[in-house]
């Protein structure tokens, strides 16, 4: 609700209120601009009378004289019959220029306050005031809520993109906003009679005066008695006529003056309520208040930004928000997805289970977690994918969740998963998927495994999760969905090494570079980079789709983007499309493809001990890292090929790793040499040490094909036990990572 209230009157007001935005920004400056060319003499420096008697001694013809808020002084003046108008300096009565306001901030005004159409005009501006004081509060609540609490809000902005533009400007802008759109409302509601409007002091013309000869104006006593300062307005009274009075405005009442005897006549001091008003219109022009109307344009330069922003977010919810049908209903289903989710991006991976789950026979009923029923009677499978939000909170489809489990009866042998979407930035991960697994494990039900945590949407983790499930309902869950499909770039194939042909192993080092092309408007706009290119680091994904089949496949990085060249080390498989077309290409060929990131599976930073594992062309990464280990923290690497003078790949490169200290231990293993071994040999010749790296917090790192990662594993659990541990705990710690394919 809160969100439709922000969304929808940004989107309809978005094109008006960056009209409004960009005069009020123009009209900001004009009180700064006044006051730097104004003289503003000192609280007691001179009176009304004063500055009366050293006008008139310049203008003898003086009519009135005005004083605005920024404090410039105008007289009005009649010089042979022609009326004039001068700006003055207060302190000597000299004229400094003719007034002449300006015709382009008139026009200016009149667009701000009407888009040049009158009272209909007005009216849109009240209107458009009114949707922006909804936008600031509704905005504030939501803000409060992405930062997990009021407390909170100060605090530094987790995330990325365009919201978290959006969010960072609105936090910056939101008190001069909603400043301007309170005092704007107010002054439309006063306008259009929604509310009552002060009256201003208007004193009645004195019925008697004394007629007397007139006195110099200096020496008037009610003019004397007011500092220059407050000077409103000083209408002069009409030349020869006795009878007629000085007329007297300042900024606290009004009322007239005896020309002849300075007595103040019919004083009529500024109620409250006019007071209130006047003050409600200065915090909104910023009038004699320079620094508030600066702060007030400051934040008025924000709103085409948060509404380009806006329109941006709002549209990736729009994009993302196709939801499913609930499918089977809650007495028949025998599997039951529930969805928490607050920026509809989970809402994607469950309909992709929940049309695997069906392909696969089940009758599947799908559901926000807010809707979670009393009971399901048939369901033997409950399934939980939610985002986190806020600080580790319960994201909105989810908030009721907790409350209605109370009451949530399980069905004997009802099992159940969690799969988080969060964040790695974010310091609590996947926190509340983390909660309602214990939450429901504390209910009785059972669990498949523990909770897996899906970081920024990742599809190959959403894949692998999908295999695991799917291995355990003994069905084939081929989970494919990715919610953003990385936009592909160019990229031209540099060098090519290749390896083991002799040992029917044929592996080839690729190296390609972008091809720049121009950038479109859009990608300027978005501040895309001229390729298409993301940053990347070792062990990200290269995806790339063979000609005439859409679907890519991924490959591990071997390189940085920092390395300015994208490599990757890729086995020839037998009848493999998109190998034997990697294989195929020479250099100086083109290919498109995309990055994708992974961060699940990076070295953890500092001196933590890496131990890096592979097999075959797994090593790609597993020399990205080498290569970028500058600081030299200690990193084994424990690879396996096929016969070192055929497919020891990367072989000169790790030599001068070794050299330079990048690389602390090399041992390989050779399956079709003389010594015929793989690398879980060398890893239990090598147990004792490993056993001692693993004691002082080592991170263990696995690349390769799934029969030599589950080899490892277990050979892993067997060095593990005698320190009563295994990989399970390892990897829950995040220190046994694996890539494999
Ligand atoms: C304001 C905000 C706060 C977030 N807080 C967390 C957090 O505390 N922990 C976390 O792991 N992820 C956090 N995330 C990341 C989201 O959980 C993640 O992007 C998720 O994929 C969003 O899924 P949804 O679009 O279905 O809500 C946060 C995201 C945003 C925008």
């Given at each position: 609700m809160l969100r439709k209230l922000h969304g929808w009157p940004g989107l309809v007001a978005a094109l008006l209120l960056l009209v409004l935005a960009t005069t009020g920004v123009i009209l900001s400056v004009v009180p700064a601009i006044e006051r730097a060319g104004a003289t503003i003499p000192a609280t007691g420096q001179i009176s009304v009378a004063d500055l009366a008697e050293r006008v008139v001694a310049h203008y003898?013809?003086?009519e009135q004289i005005e004083r605005s808020l920024s404090g410039e002084v105008v007289v009005y003046y009649s010089r042979d019959r022609q009326p004039g108008a001068d700006l003055v300096n207060?302190?000597?009565?000299?004229?400094i220029a003719p007034y002449q306001p300006s015709a382009f901030l008139r026009w200016v005004k009149n667009l701000h306050r009407s888009f040049l159409l009158d009272d209909a005009g007005r009216m849109l501006a009240g209107g458009l005031a009114v949707m922006m004081l909804l936008l600031c509060l509704s905005g504030m609540f939501l803000l409060a809520r992405r930062m997990g609490g009021w407390k909170a809000i100060l605090k530094p902005i987790a995330g990325s993109g365009s919201s978290r533009i959006h969010a960072e400007l609105a936090r910056f802008a939101v008190i001069g906003l909603l400043l301007s759109a309170l005092t704007g409302s107010y002054m439309s509601a006063v306008r259009f009679g929604l509310l009552p409007e002060a009256a201003a002091a208007e004193p009645s013309f004195p019925?008697?005066?004394?007629?007397?000869t007139p006195a110099p104006v200096s020496s008037l006593l009610a003019l004397k008695n007011v500092d220059a300062n407050e000077l409103r307005e000083l209408v002069f009274p009409y030349?020869?006529?006795?009878?007629d009075v000085y007329s007297l405005s300042t900024t606290q009442g009004s009322g007239f003056v005896d020309q002849a005897t300075g007595e103040l006549l019919q004083y009529q001091p500024r109620s409250t309520g006019n007071q209130f008003q006047h003050w409600m219109i200065r915090l909104h022009t910023g009038e004699g208040l320079w620094w508030l109307g600066l702060i007030l344009g400051m934040a008025a330069l924000t709103v085409p930004a948060l509404s380009f922003t806006g329109i941006q977010v709002w549209w990736q919810r729009r994009s993302t928000?196709?939801?499913?049908?609930?499918?089977?209903s809650i007495e028949v289903a025998d599997v039951v997805i529930l969805v928490g989710s607050e920026?509809?991006?989970t809402w994607g991976f469950a309909r992709d289970l929940q049309n695997k789950l069906n392909q696969a026979g089940k009758k599947v009923h799908c559901a926000p977690m807010n809707d979670l029923a009393k009971r399901y009677p048939q369901a033997s499978v409950l399934f939980v994918l939610t985002s986190t939000y806020g600080d580790g909170d319960a994201p909105s489809s989810a908030s009721q969740f907790m409350t209605r489990l109370e009451h949530f009866q399980a069905n004997d042998g009802l099992e159940f998963v969690v799969l988080g979407f969060g964040d790695q930035q974010f310091p609590k991960f996947c926190q509340y998927a983390l909660d309602v697994d214990a939450a429901l494990s504390s209910k009785g039900l059972q669990q498949v495994n523990l909770v897996t945590r899906i970081d920024r949407g990742s599809a190959i983790q959403f894949r692998e999760w999908g295999e695991a499930i799917g291995e355990h309902m003994g069905i084939s869950l081929a989970l494919t969905h990715n919610p953003a499909p990385a936009a592909t770039a160019e990229f031209e194939l540099v060098e090519r090494v290749d390896y083991g042909v002799a040992v029917n192993a044929p592996t080839s080092i690729l190296r390609f570079r972008p091809v720049q092309d121009r950038r479109n408007l859009w990608q300027v706009l978005s501040f895309r980079s001229r390729s298409n290119l993301p940053s990347f680091e070792a062990g990200d994904l290269f995806g790339v789709a063979p000609p005439g089949d859409n679907t890519a496949r991924l490959y591990s990085l071997a390189s940085s983007a920092s390395d300015g060249q994208l490599e990757i080390c890729v086995r020839k498989q037998t009848n493999g499309l998109c190998s034997g077309y990697l294989h195929s290409l020479e250099p100086g060929d083109r290919i498109s493809g995309f990055i994708q990131q992974n961060p699940g599976f990076r070295p953890a930073g500092g001196a933590t001990p890496i131990i890096l594992i592979g097999a075959g062309a797994g090593i790609g990464p597993l020399a990205g890292f080498i290569r970028k280990n500058t600081d030299r923290n200690p990193m084994y690497l424990y690879w396996g090929g096929r016969n070192p003078q055929s497919d020891f790949l990367y072989q000169p490169e790790l030599g001068c790793y070794l050299d330079d200290h990048r690389l602390t231990g090399l041992n390989t293993a050779f399956s079709r040499s003389a010594e015929k071994a793989y690398v879980q040999d060398a890893i239990i010749a090598d147990e004792s040490a490993l056993r001692q790296l693993i004691e002082k917090g080592a991170q263990v790192l696995v690349c390769g094909g799934r029969d030599m990662a589950s080899g490892v594993s277990q050979v892993f659990d067997s060095i593990l036990k005698p320190l009563h541990m295994d990989v399970d705990e390892l990897r829950a710690e995040g220190r046994y990572l694996e890539d494999v394919y």
């Open positions: 003898p013809g003086t207060p302190l000597t009565g000299e004229g019925a008697e005066v004394s007629g007397g030349p020869n006529d006795p009878s928000s196709v939801r499913l049908g609930e499918g089977a920026g509809n991006t």
